[in-house]
């Protein structure tokens, strides 16, 4: 069947030279670019906590990707530069100027020249290679880099038209053969890709590009094809696809496990919203307590962690004040924060004091099955005498604001919790004045490197707590523990934390 194709073609003039250098050295800067790019991207795989980090494979297989096809737009304006090669004596009859036409053309399209000092070597040669099968002689012509490309050497000879498709995976095989098939009989141009085992086993993944060539009568004389060896490109976008896929998957996952452990600590804290007053019985005269707390998360709003904070009345009339943090994020913290809390809860209900409190929980996390670190501050305050008893674990010391002054307690023995068994815990008791203000805060309030660096004008570094001290002036105007509450939250709100922080402020009423 005559083909659709027509055999005249004039010969494709190569763009202006100037402009096409210009292009190339864009290009070539461009890849240098992508190239230290993909440097910064690479590196090993795992993360911080030594496990896969899927988001590092997946930007450093989308730089190869990038490079791969940079390489080849290079190739592709180094062809058009070049021109068009010389015609052969060995060109197949009725196609004089048609055939070396299209081959040139195509090469160029598929080519893959180095992107290097103009004259060095190319890393790439041998990925592209044409063919010509003559169909009125049955010769058959490949170029050197196609037999690299499938094995073989120029002593094995080429394959033919017929011999091709046993080459070929047995799932691409039919595809091929009806490309083919529709080459030769109704001159459709051929673009596909198959996958080629080679005689050492390996596949290869090649893309075909290809037309009929037409004698004088318009029949099919011969049909030609350049052969591009992608399997590196196609190895580089199933590394992005999987890669992607991957970090799609851990997204997914962090996301959901970010939702249970929000849920779960929302379902411990308590859901104040503004001030509470303990105790609540009527005809309380002075040393009943005006409570608010906040909640300040991290900077990303990603890691939840084990932080707390309480505040509940007793049986005996008095209250509980703690807070406290465990270490890690995510479900994991926030359920050990859950246990401890209980515990805490349960052994204050109980009637245990505060020192003999956080012993019990030291041992309660050192027999843990998944053994963590924790920090905590307990305090019972009996609003009748106004005395405030409390112990603590490795955690700061409360802060007493009185009449515009502010100091932190002096601390009790006591290490972090789950350190070592036995640990003995000290206790110590603080009067306290109507008026006074009482503040409890887990580490976190201010970033780690505000702590260690000056201020814009040579001030010494701040801790959360000395900042927190500085807020005595506007604590002293405050009337209520709300307001002192929206203060923190001023004071820290914008700050880009490491880790979440909580702050629990107990104002002894008048």
Known sequence: MPSHLHADRSDAQPPERGALDALISQTRRLRGGVDAVRRGAGGDDEGLDGAPDPRRRWQRALCDLA??????????????????PQETDDTPPGATGQHADRDSAVGAAYAAPPLAAPGAPSALVGRVGSADWNLLTDEVSWSDELYGIFGRTPEDGPLSLDELPSWVVAEDQPALATAFTDCLVDGRAIDREFRLVRPDGSVRTLHMVGEPVLDEDGGTASMWAVLRDVSELRRSELAVGESRDTLQRERHLAQAERKLA????????????????????????????DLAAHYLPSATGALIGGDWYDAMELPDGSTLLTAGDLTGHGVAATSGM????????????????????????NELLDSAAQPALGSAVCCRYAPRSRELTWSQAGHPAPLLFRDGAARVLDRPEGVLLGVTSGAAYGQRTERLEPGDLLVLHTDGLAPRSEQLSRGPHGEEPRTGAERLLGLASRFASARTAQECVRAVAEEFGDREREDDACVLVARVSP
């Open 67 to 84: 490079v791969h096809q940079l390489d080849d737009l290079n190739g592709h304006l180094d062809q058009l530069r070049e021109g068009l």
């Open 262 to 289: 929000v849920d779960l600590q929302e379902a411990v804290l308590p859901p104040w919203r503004g001030s509470l007053r303990f105790p609540h019985g009527e005809g309380q005269a002075t040393g009943t307590l």
């Open 338 to 361: 859950a246990m401890l809390l209980g515990a805490v809860r349960g052994m204050a209900v109980a009637g245990i004091g505060p020192g003999p409190l956080m012993e019990h929980l």
